[in-house]
Each structure stands twice: as C-alpha cells, then as structure tokens.
C-alpha cells in the first residue's frame, strides 16, 4: 500500500490576491498563517484549501446527497496534492449586548430566577427582617399550639407612627362596631379617643375578639383573623398574657370564665406598645405580640413584597429591573471631563456642547455668560482653569437659591441644561448627539445589580441573586454543590440545581472557572 503524504502540495494558487503561489505544508502538524492585512492569509486558508477539500468531498458523494449540501466553485489553483476532506471554522464578531452575561448566555440565571422565586425566603428591603406569609389555617395552628387556657387578644394595626387628623380612622373603628381599642400601648375605650392631640404620632390597633385558648374556639378564632385581614390590609396582631403577667396580675382585661365575647369585639384590647420597632415578639402590660401577615408584608416599615415569580429576577423584564438604569446596572451621566475637555480654553470655547451648538443657540449662551462672568467681575477669555472656584461650579451646575442672593444672578448650568434638553429631545437620534458628553456610571439606585429592591430582598442562606452571580465560577460550583434544601423545597430545588451544578462543572472543567457569571 502506498504510505499516507506527509505533505499537501499547493501549486499555482491565484485565488482573489494570490499571486501564483506555490507552498507545501506538512500534515498532522498546527500551522499559523501569519501577514499583513490583506496578504492572502484567508485566501489561502479558506478559500483554496478548505474550498478544494470540500469541492472534492462533495464530488465523492451521490447525485441526491449533494442537493443537500453547498456546492463550491472550484477556486483558481493549478492543483492540490495530498489534500484530506477539510472543516472550517470562521471567527465572527459576536453583537456586543449589554443585557447578556455569561449566566443569562448559559441559562444559568433562567434556572436561578426559578429557585429564588420557589425557595428563596423574602426579607424586607428597608430593615432586613425576614418576612412571611401566612394562611388563615396556619395561624390558627400556630395560635392553637399555645398553652391551653391562654388569654389572648385578636387585634388588627391601623395607624403606624401617624399625627395629624384621625377622626376618620376612629368614625371607622365606631362604625364596625368596635368599642376599644389600643393606643400606643394604652388600652383605650374608642369613646375616649376623639381628645387625641394631633401633633403626636400614633399607633392604633383595634381589637376584634379576645379569647381563652381551647380547642372548641378553632371556627371563632378563624373568623376573628379573617375580620383582621380585611381591616388591617391582611395583617393581624395576636397577643397573649404572658406567664409573669398572669402571675401578678397585671392583666389589662378580665375574660369571663367561659372564655367568650361578642362576636363584634364589643370588648377588646389594644396592640403592643412601639409594635412598629417589634412587630415579632413584643411585650407591653404583660402581653406578648405575634404579628402574622397573609402577604410578604414587613408590618415595622409597611412594605409589601409584590408576587414571587420568576419574572420579577429578571433584569430584562419591566418587573424586576431596576426603575433608574432599566436593568443595565449602569446610568449615562454628564461627565465635567467631557463638557470641558481643555480646560486652558476661554471660557465661551472651553464648553464643548455650547462650542458646536447653532449659531442662535451659542449666541444666547454666549450672552448668559457674559453676563455671570460681568457678576464675577471676571473677563470671558480667562481660562477656564484660572476662574474662581464658585464660577466654575456655577458654570458647571448652576446657581443655588443662597448664589442668587449673594451675586445677584441666576444662571441654569451646562450640566443641568444638558439634561434638560436630553430629556426634551425624545428621541434615540435626538439624544445621541449628547453622547459623546456623557459616561458610564454605576447605577446609583441599585448599585450595579440591576433589580429592584424587592427581588433583592429575596436570599437563599445569606446570598441574594445578584450576589451568587458574582462569585467566579469556580466558586459558584463548590457553593452549589454544597447548597442543599430540606422537606418540600428539597423537592422543588432537586432538578433546578442538577441542572445548574451540570453547567457551572463543564465551564469549570474547561478552564473558565476564572470568570464570574454576571460578566458580559
């Protein structure tokens, strides 16, 4: 048989600016084609070598297979020996998109924003205390699961830390029926309550049942927290006597000893004092207070979680970016580098924006500055650099309410009016003239992790999305196949982090373990 050739002859190749080229180039060996921009490199490569192999492959097949396939024109060479079947690969350019990250690119952030949406606990955004939502059923259960013969008070917050006029909260409590109720800690008849001074704040709870703890009570205490949720915007307090109050006898009510009220709440008590700093846990008068929700509701600072859904992680959904970058992590600003690039320029020809403006736009801006640098006392072709220091910040940003009383003019700024008539351009075309004024910046209200508050809030153990994102990939493969789950969101979570624990160890095998999931 006759031996494998070492060597592919290319004879006589004139391919696009190919100038008769003759080579050998050895088999089973890497080869780099280097040169100057258009030097033939890819003529040679692609378009002889790799066009040939493939013109004599398909030509090697049947008649019905090649309608199939790509028919290459024979390229200008003489001939080729020693020439295997050949592949390509062409180098494209990829679309620079500021939206795609390596997790977005993998699906890994897919697989993510599932997790968090169907196991991630929900914090408050403003205080951080974890928050939960809770069914009528299982507050029942947990109120049930206190000691029997408890006292307790059913209450449902009204007005947190509120002054002013709050005669229309207390016509309500009247007309519902109920007649007591707690102010800042004090149990009050709502009879009482018309003299409250209106320069304090309050807290108001009104009480809607009290009752002995026994297992007949179930429906009553059902329907008592029913009544709570739709007074308080589905939040209920429950209060307990706790066992030293009990003891001494500092209970603020008596309960008869079957242990029933009105249905009405015709006699109540009152919520914890300051329940706003203690919404969990807090005593006042020798009750204790549990605060439960129906919703991801902090009931300290009033904040209420929307829906937990996998849209509301997403950086390219409306319902979870971030409202001031729109999901990019970054803002455009006006940069003061930018907007006076020379800074040994006069004054009128230092602002580069005013610089190139039309010529009756320049001429007003012009005038406006004469007039500032006239209240400076200072002539327009000083240097920009060699102006006071108060002039420069007012050509920059404008004048402040105490500059006008001191030099008695006012003047709009470059900066602000950039702004202006970015805002008033509208348009993409409109706006991008004042590109080249502006930089990047990280995005103040997010701070680069481009969701809003709430889904930020949401943490699997101490992490929030955007925060496991950032760990190199190295990193995220230890964490997650460390992370584990118990009871039912064991379950929800067991083929969510198969598949991402999948995808972190390939790109971890491969070596890019260096690279952090949220880069672009």
Same mark, same amino acid.
């Given at each position: ?76 060479? *003489?001939?080729?020996?020693? $020439?295997?079947?050949?592949?390509? &690969?062409?180098? +494209? %350019? @990829?679309? !620079?998109?500021? /939206? ?68 229309a909260v207390l016509r309500r409590i009247q007309r519902e029926g109920f007649v007591r109720a ?43 927290? *029913?009544?709570?949720?739709? $007074?308080?915007?589905?939040?209920? &307090?429950?209060? +307990? %006597? @706790?066992? !030293?109050?009990? /003891? ?120 406006a500055l004469r007039q500032l640098c006239a209240a400076f006392d200072v002539k327009p072709e ?139």
């Open positions: 048989m006759a031996s494998e050739p070492k060597y592919i002859r290319i004879v006589g190749a004139s391919q696009h600016n190919l100038q008769n080229v003759t080579v050998e180039l050895p088999r089973e060996r890497l080869i780099v084609l280097t040169g100057l921009s258009g030097s033939g490199k890819s003529s040679l490569a692609f378009d002889t070598i790799y066009a040939e192999g493939q013109r004599k492959y398909v030509e090697s097949l049947s008649v019905h297979a090649r309608h199939f396939l790509e028919q290459l024109s024979k390229p200008e060479v *003489e001939y080729i020996e020693g $020439l295997p079947p050949t592949l390509a &690969i062409e180098q +494209r %350019a @990829a679309a !620079a998109n500021p /939206r795609s990250t390596v997790a977005t690119t993998t699906e890994i952030h897919d697989f993510l924003r599932v997790l968090f949406a169907r196991v991630g606990i929900p914090h408050c955004p403003k205080c951080g205390a974890r928050i939960h939502a809770h069914t009528v059923d299982q507050i029942v259960d947990a109120v049930l699961s206190y000691p029997p013969e408890t006292r307790i008070m059913l209450l449902a917050p009204l007005v947190r830390r509120q002054a002013g006029d709050l005669h707690r102010v800042n800690g004090e149990l009050r008849d709502v009879k009482d309550l018309s003299e409250l001074p209106k320069g304090r704040k309050f807290d108001i709870d009104v009480v809607v049942d009290r009752l002995v703890l026994r297992p007949e009570i179930r429906p009553r205490l059902a329907d008592a927290i *029913e009544l709570s949720f739709s $007074l308080s915007d589905g939040v209920v &307090i429950v209060s +307990r %006597a @706790a066992d !030293a109050a009990r /003891r001494e006898g500092r209970s603020p009510l008596e309960t008869p000893a079957n242990g029933t009220t009105p249905a009405n709440g015709a006699s109540s008590a009152a919520a914890v004092a300051n329940h706003g700093k203690a919404p969990r846990g807090a005593q006042s008068n020798g009750w204790l207070d549990e605060t439960f929700s129906e919703r991801y509701a902090c009931t300290r600072c009033g904040i209420t979680l929307p829906e937990l859904s996998p849209r509301a992680f997403s950086f390219n959904s409306p319902y979870g970016a971030c409202q001031t970058c729109g999901g990019l992590g970054t803002t455009l600003r006006f940069d003061e580098q930018l907007v006076i690039p020379n800074d040994n320029l006069a004054l009128a020809n230092a602002i580069a924006p005013w610089a190139t403006a039309q010529r009756d736009v320049a001429a007003s801006q012009r005038a000083t240097p920009f650099k060699n102006l006071p220091d108060d002039l420069r910040r007012i050509v920059l940003y404008g004048t402040r309410p105490a500059d006008a009383k001191r030099f008695g003019i006012q003047f709009e700024g470059v900066i602000p009016n950039l702004e202006r008539r970015t805002k008033a351009a509208g348009s993409d075309g409109g706006r991008s003239r004042f590109i080249n004024y502006q930089s990047e910046h990280v995005c103040e209200s997010c701070h680069g992790a481009r969701l809003r508050p709430e889904p930020l809030a949401v943490r699997i153990g101490d992490r929030n999305i955007h925060q496991l994102v950032q760990l190199p990939i190295a990193q995220a493969t230890k964490l997650f196949d460390e992370m584990s789950f118990t009871g039912e969101a064991a379950v929800i979570a067991e083929p969510i982090l198969r598949e991402v624990r999948q995808r972190l160890r390939f790109m971890d095998a491969v070596g890019l373990g260096y690279l952090t999931l949220d880069r672009p």
